[in-house]
Every structure is written in structure tokens, then in C-alpha cells.
């Protein structure tokens, strides 16, 4: 089955550690995301790719970083300089460069700092 | 800048029809959106309307569009309990696929 798989399921962060929440698609998409939902909140972009070896910025990219070195992979660390990073975290993946403008998404990560 | 907004929650009885309703402020907007969201789960996609219709009907989901006011509603007919969930209205107007959320309208169906 094609899907978006994201672990762990949960993931708790000491002060001062960095952690990286891994995505993994098999659906031969181009563009992947990542997304941070706050409760009450809609969903905030943090970082995007829309092809192999590039990103771009989203809405609240501060104390996070991403790599995309493989067109099923988008990995997301969460660093010591992102202030406030208890939340859940989602993965997704879309083609709109082909007319596909859905994104599907993965199940989520939810990470509590301890 | 791009904003959408949704009311929070929504009370219906089993049985009932439920309307959600959702703005936007962007007119470039080509795709609109509505995601599923259940507790602890990631967003399942609903369905989506693509800016040069009006309506939209998917067996018990219709989607109607009014470009003029930019305003989207989903309803669903004969609501279930297990339709209980947060529901997101997303749109998106740039070819890189980023949505833009509504923060979410939480649908509570009662028995």
C-alpha cells in the first residue's frame, strides 16, 4: 500500500537536545511538507521540498532544519534553539507539479519536551 | 496576507445534517480543501473543489463554493457518530502545493 509512514509515535525531548522526526513516502511524490498543529490551532507550515536536495522556509522555520537527500525521505530535526517545540508535528507529500494537488498525510509524531 | 477561518464547533444529532462553514481571504485560490482529522491522527483528505466550480457531491459529502464571498461549506447528510472529528478547511493558490489551514471546526454528533 502507497502511504506516508512517520516515526516514532511519540517522542520526548530533554532540554537543550536536538531530535529528528523521520518521513518516509512511497507514493513517487515531488513535494514534501511539514507541518506543526498546536491545539485550537490549524496546522502551521514549517519547511518544504519540492524537489531532491532543495527546501524552502515555511511560516515558522525557526529552530528546526530538514534535509531532502532522497525523493522518499524528509527528515525534520527539532533543535535546542526552537524555543517551544512540545506539539504535533505531520508529514505530507503531494504532486502538484503534475496536476496533482492533493497532499496526503502521514499519522503524526507527537513530541513532548520532558 | 492569505487567512482562512472556520467557527470551532459544531453540535448535531445522529441522524441530522451537518454544515461546516470556512472563508478565505485569497481570490487566487485554484484548490479547496476539507481534511478528516480523528484523536491522536493524522488529516485524512475528505475531498477538494477546484476553484472554477460551485458544488461538489461525493456520496454523503457536497461541497459548495461562492467565489464571490469566498466561502466554502461541506455538509453531511445523515451525520454519524463516527463522523465525530475536527474538520480543516484548506486552501491552496501557489503551484509548490502549501495549504493554508482554518484552525479546524470540531464536529460533536450526538446518539
Known amino acids: 500500500d502507497g502511504g506516508i509512514t512517520q516515526s516514532p509515535k511519540y517522542l520526548f525531548r530533554k532540554e537543550g537536545q536536538n531530535v529528528t522526526l523521520s518521513c518516509e513516502q512511497n507514493l513517487n511524490h515531488d513535494a514534501m511538507y511539514w507541518y506543526r498543529q498546536d491545539p485550537g490551532q490549524g496546522l502551521r507550515l514549517i519547511y518544504y521540498?519540492?524537489?531532491?536536495?532543495?527546501?524552502q522556509k515555511g511560516d515558522i522555520a525557526e529552530g528546526y532544519s530538514v534535509s531532502r537527500e532522497k525523493k522518499e525521505s524528509f527528515p525534520l530535526t527539532v533543535t535546542s534553539a526552537q524555543k517551544n517545540p512540545t506539539a504535533f508535528y505531520l508529514c505530507?507529500?503531494?504532486?502538484?507539479?503534475?496536476?496533482?494537488?492533493?497532499?496526503?498525510f502521514g499519522q503524526g509524531t507527537r513530541l513532548t519536551v520532558v | 496576507g492569505e487567512d482562512v477561518e472556520q467557527s470551532l464547533f459544531l453540535s448535531v444529532r445522529e441522524g441530522d445534517s451537518s454544515v461546516i462553514n470556512c472563508t478565505y481571504t485569497?481570490?487566487?485560490?485554484?484548490?479547496l480543501y476539507w481534511y478528516k482529522q480523528e484523536p491522536g491522527a493524522g488529516l485524512q483528505l475528505l475531498t477538494y473543489?477546484?476553484?472554477?466550480?460551485d458544488m461538489k457531491q461525493d456520496q454523503r459529502l457536497t461541497v459548495l463554493l461562492n467565489k464571490k464571498d469566498k466561502h466554502l461549506s461541506l455538509r453531511i447528510a445523515d451525520t454519524q457518530t463516527g463522523d465525530s472529528a475536527i474538520y480543516f478547511c484548506?486552501?491552496?493558490?501557489?503551484?509548490?502545493?502549501?495549504?493554508?489551514f482554518g484552525q479546524g471546526t470540531t464536529l460533536q454528533v450526538k446518539p
Open positions: 505530507a507529500s503531494s504532486d502538484p507539479g503534475r496536476g496533482r494537488a492533493e497532499a496526503f
Open positions: 521540498s519540492q524537489i531532491v536536495n532543495d527546501f
Open positions: 484548506a486552501e491552496s493558490s501557489s503551484n509548490t502545493g502549501k495549504l493554508i
Open positions: 473543489i477546484f476553484s472554477n466550480m
Open positions: 485569497d481570490s487566487s485560490s485554484t484548490y
